[in-house]
């Protein structure tokens, strides 16, 4: 599959326009077949108002076998690049395609392709036009009956959306199904799935008392992996009505695990396809995080039922519609079923670092772009997670109640509707009485916010008074940036730790303050000491924070702020404050020095016995080395490394004897998928890193002894990553030992291939090329390669940025080889050779010279020509 001659041209959101002709119902006929497939879709075209112009339908990478206009062969159309178009329609006719698809040659995963022995499909974004000639935009919603037929002894089950009307046999050992969508849908939806599997089968009753069969597809052999994304289900479902009033609407819900799939998973109406990774574990071979992956996701698609198909896009610039809510959605499931501390800290951690440094790259858009090459490439952190804060502030500045009032509405006005960003805003503010003028900003303004924060305190007068400047930095895509309507939550401890009430003239403040100018002040009476202010607790907006707090603030904020997240976050600014001096110090030859402060208030945190652990864990585990490159202006990824290693080195001291001790009791005899004993194994791994980190040589016998004892991938995981991490003696057995055991299994195999992609030695890109030619590592395979590559080139900063542009080098290779292969998940794993800003000039020019070689390759993909034109504009 290459993309010769693909047009490089931009959309933006403001060309908008109605389509001209709509689509109310398709009738498709899929006859599957070796080598390729026919599809003929009988559509009823419908001109929209009056006028000559010609229809014009997308379609790509098909060959067109006939048209008919109402039952008459056509003769006279035109085949574009990526188009067919049909003059002198009559205001209603029926139009016969028959087109024809090679699904096994297609590499990119998008239309219809097989992954293993089954066929399946991708329609999002623009991939059904890979299927059939249409007018494969998401504002088309039409009426879909899908009729398969395929070998049976091969393709025994044949799916699709909505419900199964028909099914037979055939001569020749042949069957068919068909499936009627009661539902209009745009194409995007469209799901078909054939092949063998084994299937878990579970049922559900709505609140209405609409029983749901529920069906979950696995490769054969699987099934004993199925039984936690069928429980992850059925609490979805219950949750989204409990929380949400939303309960189900069709017959049966289907999931399709396959190997094959560039992104997590799909919300097809009523046939999920997924990711085989968000679906299979047991304990065995799935980790406490992949288990709440599996739920996450789950939650994620089914949601989408609602947010996404009973009301969907108008426009694919519209994507935060339907994903930033949706993500929302399943992270306030996750919340209401695990620890909404931990939840919220780790969706924290995504928008602080990788979302962050999107913004700051040349890539950085609004969550509702304004200009797109390849749709692909909007699919993107800052649409979701950002999107995602956006709805969560809405929910702060309005309350769960007017919020909830505010869904309701937008379904009254929307359901069955194709609508804007702005429409569910309207919603919201209609609904709610909150004025959301200003807000709507968060829209169409990209990068990240600046809150520069200062006080004073007048102890004459009892008075408080905190000066708020926000500021965003101009990004590449937009030079000037507008004021924002930023809530920032807020709380004041005296010196005991005691809360100080927020009050001004008499009258209560509530802890959301509405920063809407540039520059702006807050004064608080009846103050009766200097407090430590506690600021953006539960990060209540996504921008960067600065104000002026010493060691001992943050020391006293992660023993007495009442928040789980303000804790964590108090640690974080510690830690950073450490990094940034530390890499100064080593940059001026200097050793790094680790305040007696910032030592004391973490082995407080390591003794104090009322923490959940899962947050000890969180507070204790550094952050990465990438967030870390975000706190400067040029980062020297050598320094940062050697900073972070000795961090930990000290803290490993200051920990002492309590390290061994709380190990020793962290041990558990039964491994369950239980929030309180996840919470210790996490715990219990980040331990096992100090312990290497105090005394390499004792740890390595403790690694080794997990490792032989572990009864769950977790704990086998941990060991290897501190043997990997610190590079322990036994980690080269370890590592052989696992790639022993699991060779055969990809899913759990990438773990290897994580391991491989981050060791943290100079001949790690050797080792690299060496697995990419283990007979379980495909090229054509999206999770191997994330799981090798992407570990290399993200979580490997000082091997990926070697001085001698190895690292640049081979990933430029890899991705001029991907570019023929599937050039959406170069496109993503291309991201630490396109965000480079931050570098110095000797890495930036190398950098360069490899995107400009790939910027020379004849045939580029849309996907990576839009990023590396953008890149070099750097
Ligand atoms: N809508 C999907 C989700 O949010 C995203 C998705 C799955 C996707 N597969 C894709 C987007 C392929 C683009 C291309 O869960
Ligand atoms: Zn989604």
Not at 100 to 117: Q, T, V
Not at 182 to 196: E, N
Not at 264 to 290: Q, R
Request: charged fraction near 25%; hydrophobic fraction near 40%.
């Amino acid at each position: 599959m290459t993309n010769h001659s693909q047009a490089m041209t931009a959309k933006y959101r403001q060309d908008y326009q109605a389509p001209l002709y709509w689509i109310d119902t398709i009738d498709l006929d899929f006859q599957l077949q070796e080598p390729l497939t026919q599809v003929t879709a009988i559509t009823r075209i419908r001109r929209n108002g009056d006028h000559n112009e010609p229809l014009v339908l997308d379609g790509e990478q098909l060959t067109l076998k006939s048209i008919a206009i109402d039952g008459v062969p056509c003769e006279h159309y035109e085949l574009g690049e990526g188009s067919l178009t049909l003059f002198n329609l009559p205001t209603e006719c029926v139009l016969t395609i028959v087109t024809l698809l090679d699904p096994a040659a297609n590499s990119a995963l998008e239309g219809l392709y097989k992954s293993g022995d089954a066929y399946c499909t991708q329609c999002e974004a623009e991939g059904f036009r890979r299927i059939t000639y249409y007018l494969d935009r998401p504002d088309i919603l039409a009426r879909y009956s899908t009729r398969i037929t395929a070998d049976k002894a091969k393709y025994p089950f044949l799916l699709s959306n909505g419900n199964k009307v028909d099914s037979g046999n055939l001569d020749g050992g042949r069957h068919f199904v068909q499936w009627q969508d009661p539902f209009p849908k745009p194409s995007y939806l469209f799901a078909l799935v054939a092949g063998d599997f084994d299937v878990e089968r579970g049922s559900y009753v709505t609140r209405s008392g609409r029983k749901v069969a529920l069906e979950i597809f696995v490769d054969k052999g699987n099934l004993d992996r199925a039984g936690f994304a069928m429980e992850s289900l059925i609490n979805s479902m219950r949750w989204d009505e409990q929380r949400f009033g939303l309960e189900y609407d069709l017959d049966i819900y289907m999931i399709v695990a396959v190997d094959f799939f560039n992104m997590g998973a799909m919300e097809n109406k009523g046939l999920n396809i997924f990711n085989s990774k968000f679906v299979l574990a047991n304990p065995a071979t799935a980790t406490d995080s992949d288990y709440h992956g599996i739920e996450r996701v789950i939650g994620h698609e089914y949601f989408h039922n609602w947010t996404g198909n009973r009301v969907t896009c108008r426009d694919w610039f519209q994507l935060s519609l339907k994903e930033g809510l949706t993500v929302f959605r399943d992270q306030e499931f996750s919340s209401d079923f695990g620890s909404r501390g931990v939840n919220r800290i780790n969706n924290v951690r995504t928008v602080r670092g990788p979302q962050f440094a999107e913004d700051a790259g040349p890539m950085a858009h609004p969550i509702r772009p304004d200009v797109v090459i390849e749709m692909n490439n909007f699919y993107t952190l800052t649409v979701y997670e950002k999107g995602s804060e956006v709805i969560r502030m809405m929910h702060t500045l309005l309350g769960e109640e007017h919020f909830q009032a505010g869904i309701r509405l937008y379904f009254e006005r929307f359901d069955g509707q194709a609508v804007t960003c702005d429409d569910f805003v309207q919603a919201m503010e209609d609904a709610s009485g909150v004025d959301l003028g200003r807000f709507r900003r968060w829209y169409s303004q990209s990068g990240t916010p600046e809150l520069t924060v200062t006080d004073e305190y007048d102890a004459a007068s009892d008075v408080y008074r905190l000066h708020v400047r926000q500021h965003t930095p101009p990004t590449q895509d937009q030079p000037q940036k507008l004021a924002l309507h930023i809530p920032l939550d807020i709380e004041l401890y005296d010196e005991q730790g005691a809360v100080i009430p927020l009050q001004y003239q008499g009258k209560a403040i509530g802890n959301v303050l509405d920063v809407l100018e540039t520059e702006q002040t807050f004064t608080f009476d009846r103050v009766p000491t200097k407090p430590v202010p506690s600021l953006l607790r539960d990060f209540s907006a996504p921008v960067k924070l600065h104000y002026d707090y010493n060691d001992e603030a943050l020391a006293f904020l992660m023993r007495f702020a009442r928040n789980e997240f303000a804790r964590w976050d108090a640690a974080q600014m510690l830690i950073n404050k450490a990094v940034i001096d530390g890499v100064a110090r080593i940059q001026q030859g200097q050793d790094v020095a680790v305040s007696a402060t910032l030592l004391d208030a973490f082995v407080a945190i390591l003794d104090d016995r009322e923490l959940d652990p899962a947050l000890k864990a969180e507070i204790l585990a550094l952050p990465g080395e990438a967030t870390l490159t975000e706190l400067f202006e040029v980062a020297d990824v050598d320094a940062i490394h050697r900073v972070r290693d000795e961090i930990q080195q000290r803290l490993a001291q200051a920990f002492g004897a309590q390290l061994a001790a709380q190990y020793d009791s962290l041990k558990l005899p039964t491994y369950r998928v239980v929030h309180a004993d996840m919470a210790k194994r996490a715990l219990k791994g980040v331990i096992l890193g100090y312990l290497a980190a105090l005394d390499a040589g004792s740890a390595d016998l403790l690694v080794r002894q997990q490792y032989a004892a572990a009864d769950n991938m977790t704990d086998t995981l941990a060991a290897l990553q501190v043997a990997n991490s610190h590079l322990l003696p036994c980690r080269a057995e370890l590592l052989a030992d696992f790639e022993g055991k699991w060779a055969h299994d990809g899913l759990v195999l990438d773990n290897w291939l994580r391991l491989v992609g981050s060791k943290p030695a100079a001949d790690v890109l050797a080792d690299v090329k060496l697995a990419m030619a283990h007979p379980t590592f495909s090229i054509r395979n999206p999770n191997r390669l994330r799981a090798l590559i992407g570990s290399f080139a993200m979580n490997n900063q000082v091997q990926f940025h070697a001085r001698d542009g190895s690292g640049y080098r081979f990933l430029t290779d890899l991705m001029i080889e991907l570019n023929e292969v599937n050039p959406q998940v170069a496109s993503r794993l291309i991201t630490p050779l396109i965000q480079f800003k931050r570098l110095d000039e000797e890495r930036k020019g190398l950098i360069r010279a490899e995107l400009t070689r790939l910027a020379s390759l004849e045939g580029l993909a849309r996907d990576l020509f839009e990023k590396v034109s953008k890149a070099l504009l750097q």
